[in-house]
């Protein structure tokens, strides 16, 4: 056999094991696409229904079984549930499934844009898996984006511009407690105008601010520390921050010789890790944070999980400085305005005259617009802040 017909028999061979390789189904339709379905998926784990945006994603590699973005979403669904799986051997198991994906997309990544989104993806998911070592592991896959040259920003039909890798590093650095890093890598984000991620990045650095303002000359728990970086705050940590840095038993002390002692403790008190410290704000009656009924249960419940809005904290604030001052009439001081000083809050509502008094004391603080945003969550650093503040202003200490 000659040594050109050997040849050509090898080509042939090569090229008939390309064809063997696994091919993607047919669509459905023009819209029936892997970037479409993973820009979709993408938006579904932005609202929380990872379920549904699992099924994006495995449409997404059904049309085409080497689409590297798909297998980077199904990493990143596979982390954030197992950021929050109880069971430690489920855990394991569902930590080992997105590393293997992320290493799956980057392999089959056949474009710099691809191997960009696997390598954010990257970041994102071992900051929701946060594991021993995720913060190493976050490193690398910053690493690996930081050296991809020549990205098409046309090819990234999610994070649409680069700085999404700078950002998401950020936010794994703050999620850290590490805030100067975080700083520095936002701070990009927020001189490169234009960008997708310009606006998140900015809230972030403001966030981290407040919370920079709020530790700089007192001292707070590791306790109080850990809520700050959370995005949104449950009642539990509110009760757990109030109590813990207002010390109520020596701030309401001057009210009464006696301990009062709570008139009731919803059953979903018991066993909480903050069950103390909720006790002793229902002890205190702090409004805005009392139990409330639950058809369902058909009882009062104190719902320890649920997030706090900012319209209830600015209630809970107004009752703490109404019981340490004895001045009742701060409960009606802006009652009767007829226009109101924020465009989202009416002089109406029952939350008003809270609000007014949490800002005008600068425990809270309006946006840019100046809407208070009364029902957005509250998140950590507004809470730490807020009650930072507070502490100062009546002087616990």
Known sequence: ?????????????????????????????????????????????????????????????????????GFAGEALVAAMEAGVQPDAEHRAVELDKFRVLLDKGYAKAGTPADKFIVAVTGIRAETSAKDAKWMRRAEKWHEKGRVIKDVDEGGLPYYRNVEALDYFM????????????????????????????????????????????ATANYTVTGVSRAIAAKDAVSRADVAALIAGELNLPRLFGKLTALTPEADFIPADVAGNPFEAEIVEVLKWNVRGLE?????????????????????????????????VSGDESLSRKYLGQETSAYPDVKPTEACYNAVVNAVTRNLMETDLTGAFRPDDDLNGAELLLAVVRLRNAVNVY
């Open 170 to 213: 950020g936010k794994a650095r703050f999620e850290a407690g590490e805030y100067a890093e975080a700083k520095g890598l936002l701070g990009k984000v927020v001189g490169a105008a234009g960008n997708k991620w310009h606006q998140p990045a900015n809230e972030l650095y403001a966030r981290i601010q407040k919370i920079e303002l």
């Open 1 to 69: 056999m000659s040594k050109y017909l050997l040849v050509f028999l090898g080509l042939l061979a090569v090229a008939l094991l390309a064809g063997c390789g696994p091919k993607g189904v047919a669509p459905d339709s023009p819209e029936d696409t892997p970037p479409n379905h993973y820009l979709h998926g993408m938006e579904l784990v932005d609202a929380g229904r990872l379920p549904e945006a699992r099924l994006r994603f495995a449409r997404s590699l059904e049309l085409d079984p080497g689409y590297a973005p």
């Open 291 to 323: 139990p409330v009924y639950d058809a369902s249960a058909k009882a009062e419940l104190f719902k320890p999980g649920a997030p706090l809005s900012r319209k209830e904290m600015a209630l809970a604030l107004e009752d703490i400085l109404i019981k």
